[in-house]
């Protein structure tokens, strides 16, 4: 893994492009030997105003080549490059492109409506953790975007809402993303009303109360594919997802139910803090919750998870250690918990109790 940029660089290249008025996001990449993209998580931690700046010719292109895709609008281009519609105007009239005609920039595709009434079901509250995770509103606008790598998360959440609606392919920085948006006022609505909102990154909170436990982890496995990471690090099984300091901490209060340590610390001086998972057990275990029951989820992640649980260290085939419950085995704590009708953290209490005999691991 790449070493930080120091604070001493970050804090050069957030000076030199406030110094001149002129200074574009690209001149101040080329200048220090980063990229667009890095100069512009830079000048959000330094609060630097960006607004007022020309485009590069790069962005400029950029916007042309989205515009052309039959669902992008110039007032999206306009929210996602922080610049005004005449703006946009202009762009497209400098790099040649005709505007749409209004039937054209306002096709809409059908839209799943009940996919965002009660009784929400595990696809919504997954769909919930990403957008908590790596999803935007604005306006009517839901939007998702995945590197290309996990495109099939992006189509996944395509078909549950709008499964007409085309996926877009764009780049940026030289990354290939993948993206899907909805205009949908009252899907939106919905979502707001369980805290996702515009520049929600800072502020989220754990949903407490908000998502029932029967659906927490599928509303984690959502935030993980947009936020986490599994795999060994160092030697050691981890899995980690980053958040806000109040949103792992709930998440740590939930995950301890179920019989995991979730570490929270703090990433240097930015205003999110990294949770972490750590240990063969806990790992091989945490799989069998976040899984459990589960019908939407990205493969990439998912297949790493799978090795770690099929397989210890050295790519031997691992001894799995079903529930017993009186004369009855269940491959999982998951599996016990759905057979009597109870939760997996009630389970895993009283496997670890010597209060309820009968419940125990098979050796």
Known sequence: ??????DEKRRSIAEFYAKDDARTQEETADEFGVSESFVRTVLNEY???????ALSETQEKAIAEKYTEPTVSMAQLEEEYDVSYHCISNVLDRQG??????????REYAVRKDFFVRPRSASFYYFLGLMYADGSVSGDRITVVQHVQDADIVRQVRDLIQPESPVHDYHHDGTHYVRFSLDYGKGLEVLKSYGVVKNKTLNLEWPSGKVPNRHLHHFL????????SVGI????FRWQIVGTQSFLEGAAVYLDRHGFHLGVYGIGDKPVCRGVVSGENQIV???DLLYDEAEVFGERKHAAWKELRDTDRDGNERHKKPVVVGQETYESKSEAARAYGIDRGTVHYRVKNDTFPGWSHQD
């Not at 893994?1 to 120091?6: E, K, L, T």
């Not at 492109?97 to 306002?106: G, I, L, P, W």
């Open 47 to 53: 609060d630097v105003d960006t607004g007022h700046r």
């Open 97 to 106: 492109v005709d505007k749409k005609s209004r039937s054209e920039a306002r």
């Open 221 to 228: 496995r959502g935030y993980q594919d947009g936020d986490g």
């Open 285 to 287: 275990q945490l799989y």
């Open 233 to 236: 690090r160092a030697g050691r």
């Open 1 to 6: 893994m790449p070493d930080r940029i120091p």
